[in-house]
């Protein structure tokens, strides 16, 4: 029986030498914090046979706070353990805090973490693809959706989906919340770059019931793709009014982390596309909710933002895995830094990923590129 004999943490800041002072700041009119340059948490397992697993969280700000977790809380937990029963071994790190309140948040962030390079590690172990030990790819190539279209200038929204749609795209979202009536006007000036564009919109929570179902209205006679977050992220019924009150689908599930905290959306009518990141709930608890989901004919479009190429990899597998995939978010301006810590280079899925038939993850990882961007 392989055992695991050692847990290292990578809490990671890529910044350049012009890089700015380590800062986080709120970019309105969104309410979260980001940090001044691409943060990071790897974690590295190690069995007694030499294998080794990757794994990474979604830990854009601070992302010190779950790696202390992992080094205090779950590392004892993990020291001696056959990395080959995955799921087992899931289940009792998110036990540990599990009473005290503490299933999601930065300990839901840990976990996801350990519970990639847990999948990585079997997959090294036993020579098979991770989506070969969940079951089975149900596809091989991963669809995605251009997410992002930076730019405050319609202008410059229009000339971004026009490269885009150019290079093949269909599907786009872009984060917007700058008051209704600009909402519109910005969707409807894409609208004219091409009669198949999908257009969503995410609108980070920071209208009211009242603002968010006049957005949906006008988005409805626009023939909008979706609504992600209209109104507060923990608004379960208010999100439920609007998705009863336009035809738009809302979205919902970048802050969520286990099946538990999304059963009240479903249970509620609350959302009609389910948005999880691997890289905070892990491959286990994404693929079980996919489960969960089918059960209310509700499909995932996996959220991804800021992760680097490990939890890329990981979404790949498990977005392969499920069967009722819409399609995964693809962030091309956030991209660059993803093969930082990559000896083998993911390509820009542009318009989708092709699943890695490799051991493990598939991919290698660059652990001298690792250990120059750790906090220390």
Known sequence: ???????????????????????????????SIYASS?????VKLTADDGSVGWGEALAPVAPE???????????????????TRVRPLVSSLRALMR???????HQGDAVAAVDVALW??????TGLPVHQLLGGAQRDVIPTYMSGLPGRKDSERVAYARD????????????????????LATVEALRGVH?????AVDIHGVYDVADAVRLGRGLDSMGAWFLEAPVGFEDVAGHAEVARRIDTPVAIGESLRHRQEFRPWLEGGAAAILQPDVGRTGITELVDLAAVAETWFTPLAPHHSSGLGIVMAA??????????LLAYEFHSMLFEPVNTVLLTPLEPGILGFAVPTGPGLGIEVDEDAVRAGCIR
């Open 38 to 42: 691409r943060e990071a948490l790897l």
């Open 195 to 199: 009669d198949d564009l999908l257009i």
């Open 315 to 324: 979404s790949v597998h498990a977005s392969a895995a499920v069967g009722n």
């Open 99 to 105: 009473e005290r309140g503490h299933l999601g948040g």
């Open 120 to 125: 990585d590690l079997a997959g090294r172990i």
């Open 1 to 31: 029986m392989p055992t695991i004999i050692d847990v290292q943490v990578f809490p990671l800041v890529l910044a350049g030498p012009d890089s700015p002072p380590r800062s986080y700041s709120t970019k309105p009119p969104w309410p």
């Open 65 to 83: 706070v779950p790696a202390n977790i992992i080094e205090l809380l779950l590392k004892p937990a993990l020291l001696g353990a056959d990395p």
């Open 164 to 183: 885009w749609v150019a290079q093949g795209v269909r599907q786009v979202k872009l984060g917007l919340g700058y008051g209704v009536r600009a909402d």
